[in-house]
DNA sequence: CCTACCGATCGGTAGG
DNA sequence: CCTACCGATCGGTAGG
């Protein structure tokens, strides 16, 4: 997700991706309106459309972007050489870093995909399903090995990903711990949940 | 929560309400229309109104009817004569219980209470943080005896809320495991997170 | 409970 | 990038 955090050398199409997120996140897809969106790029709604088909094209965009990012990264870790627990480790770590760092986008695309049209709706629920089903094989393997206790794997990856995503109510916390001790500690609590 | 479960003895409102909770929980508050929930019921969507004085109070009905309940129960639990973790115990299985009976209702009072109109915006969140602060402070009690492990208590309630909340996707999953397994997976695994 | 209708706002287009 | 404007839909009201 370089593009994103670098915050230079963006196209005008990626600047007004990035703000959609951010105003997709704070009110919700249906709550955001075009115009609300031209307000912040500090231009009339009618321009947008010089650089984007639809609403709903920001809206898959953001969460496709996301989702093949997320789908990159656990093929990687799938692919790795080292023990089931610590390949969900890497996994858990890579989705905190994603909520610390992206989580506009992250979050978007975890909480407002329902409202993606097809074909782009179905597609992304398949990616989604397969996604949680790779993670759910890697505990299967670890509870094999008994280096993860005998829990319902789906179970477990449900636990996992929706507290992570809990970390957007990190963000509007007032007295917030770091981002590093917060990564910590749910590492902490959420392995120490299913180590044997 | 008994006159939702019923489903009987209902007053007309309270009907209403009932049904609003399940179009706001599947298509979200913004994205449903008072014309679409009319439909459900079998009337015009002028009828509703001699129920109800507007979209927003079946909103703020919703959230408030389940966050009472839910600070009820907390503050039951808080004077039990229990130790702290067996105090978190019972507060898991709580939570636990209402995503599983009552998802609709928890559901959107947990993630739609963005859309409240002032002042009860301003009341829930309050409320909101104090219900976590609670919460926060046995899980600090419980570290201090020794029967938690010393993490960050804010975090380990996220991480608890959260990933209970994500009962939501067991409720869509195709092949489910049955709520008496779900409860004691989710159980295992967060308790033993949190288990010194 | 209905019919009839309101003002506001929505996403989006035409044309320059 | 703008002005001007569209058809559709929204929550809600009047009056019976």
Redesign the pocket.
């Known amino acids: 997700m370089g593009k994103i955090v670098t915050n230079k050398n963006l196209t ?1 199409k990626e600047v ?1 991706i990035e703000k959609a997120a951010e105003l997709f996140k704070e009110k919700g897809y ?9 307000e912040v ?18 809206l898959h965009l953001i969460c496709f972007e996301v989702a093949n990012k997320y789908n990159l990264v656990l093929d990687e870790i799938e692919h790795k050489k080292i023990n089931s627990l610590a390949k969900i480790e890497e996994i858990l770590r890579f989705h905190i870093h994603g909520m610390i760092n992206h989580y506009q986008e992250v979050y978007v695309c975890d909480r407002e995909w329902k409202y993606l049209e097809e074909p782009y709706l179905s597609n992304f629920q398949a990616q989604r399903r397969s996604y949680r089903k790779k993670i759910a094989a890697i505990i299967e393997q670890g509870i094999q090995k008994k280096e993860i206790k005998a829990i319902d794997a789906p179970t477990a990856v449900l636990i996992m990903l929706h507290a992570i995503s809990g970390i957007e109510s990190w963000h509007r916390s007032k007295q917030k711990i770091n981002a590093k001790d917060l990564e910590e500690n749910m590492i902490t609590i959420l392995i120490s949940g299913l180590k044997k």
Do not use: Q
């Open positions: 005008r007004i249906k709550a955001s309106g075009m115009r609300e969106l031209a790029l500090g231009v009339e709604a009618a321009s947008l459309y010089n650089h984007i088909k639809s609403k709903s094209e920001l």
